[in-house]
């Protein structure tokens, strides 16, 4: 789809884009096992980002915690924003995202961690009860709906001038 018109910041795939964005920052993550990027967007504009930590304590920091403290400090509102994180969130992290007026999250699809299985539970049943989405995003395209098999017959349409108007 081209961009439309008069709109200069379009963007085609939002949250491919913003994932990967997010996949960059985990680049900077210094948690050696499960590295997270996370950024928080509104108005297709990016204004908070954060990676997961792991201190020389064994204290984790995860990246949504991170990257919505990012805003708080610069003091920038958050309402209406969406969350992309390459990890997928902690309760506290939800809950946080509650009192700061995001409702949605976008969490690349991956296997969860085992260690950390129960906590996410708990972060998608307070998601639920909070009124948050939490939506996967796959990085691979489905090849079974890239194109149809079936073969045309005469009631398809064969451009957009054959489609009824109902």
């Not at 709109?7 to 920052?25: E, G, L, Q, R, S």
């Not at 993550?29 to 504009?45: A, N």
């Not at 949504?64 to 969350?83: D, E, M, N």
């Not at 296997?111 to 990085?139: G, Q, T, V």
Request: hydrophobic share 35%; with cysteine.
């Amino acid at each position: 789809m081209p961009a439309p018109k008069g709109d200069p910041c379009y963007i085609k795939d939002k949250d491919k884009y913003f994932m990967k964005v997010a996949h960059t920052i985990a680049l900077a993550s210094s948690h050696p096992l499960v590295p997270g990027g996370c950024i928080l967007v509104r108005d297709r504009e990016i204004i908070g980002d954060g990676r997961s930590i792991l201190a020389d304590s064994k204290v984790e920091i995860d990246c949504i915690t991170y990257a919505i403290a990012t805003c708080a400090k610069r003091g920038t509102p958050t309402t209406g924003a969406v969350i992309y994180s390459t990890r997928y969130p902690f309760s506290a992290s939800v809950f946080q995202a509650h009192l700061m007026g995001i409702r949605r999250f976008v969490v690349a699809a991956h296997e969860w961690e085992p260690y950390y299985k129960d906590e996410f539970r708990r972060a998608a049943r307070l998601a639920r009860e909070l009124s948050i989405a939490i939506e996967p995003l796959f990085d691979d395209v489905d090849q079974r709906f890239t194109e149809n098999p079936h073969e045309l017959d005469e009631f398809d349409p064969k451009d957009k001038t054959d489609l009824d108007n109902d």
